[in-house]
């Protein structure tokens, strides 16, 4: 069964930088063969996808609130994915969740927006507290 657990979260001043991991379980094949993202939820808000990645070749999608901050990447060495937060915000306060299609290489959507409906395993979530 896969699994996926995240860590890395917690409180961090404004400015400063988190690294998220998410560390799988169960794949059967490399972690670059699926489809995985990055989503927050705030409190009162709706899930948003924060940043997604396709399998080969790779593809990197960010929102528009976090380019040139975040960056999406994984290591099959370790089957693990990362979200690397830099420069963080007030509004980066969230629950982040990691997010994987379960088929392996299957065609990601081409656009950020699509990856939430085709995430079909999702993990339990860390949380990012940011203060000034």
């Known amino acids: 069964q896969v699994q996926l657990v995240e860590s890395g979260g917690g409180s961090v001043q404004a400015g400063g930088s988190l690294r998220l991991s998410c560390a799988t379980s169960g794949y059967r094949y490399s972690i670059y063969s699926y489809c995985m993202g990055w989503f927050r939820q705030a409190p009162g808000k709706e899930r948003e996808a924060v940043a997604a990645i396709t399998g080969v070749p790779r593809s990197t999608y960010y929102a528009d609130s976090v380019k040139g901050r975040f960056t999406i990447f994984r290591d099959a060495g370790n089957q693990t994915m990362y979200l690397q937060m830099n420069s963080l915000k007030l509004e980066d306060t969230a629950t982040y969740y990691c997010?994987?299609?379960?088929?392996?290489?299957?065609?990601?959507?081409?656009?950020?927006?699509?990856?939430?409906?085709?995430?079909?395993?999702w993990g339990q979530g860390t949380q990012v507290t940011v203060s000034s």
């Open positions: 997010a994987s299609d379960s088929r392996p290489g299957t065609n990601c959507p081409s656009s950020l927006q699509g990856f939430a409906a085709q995430m079909s395993i």
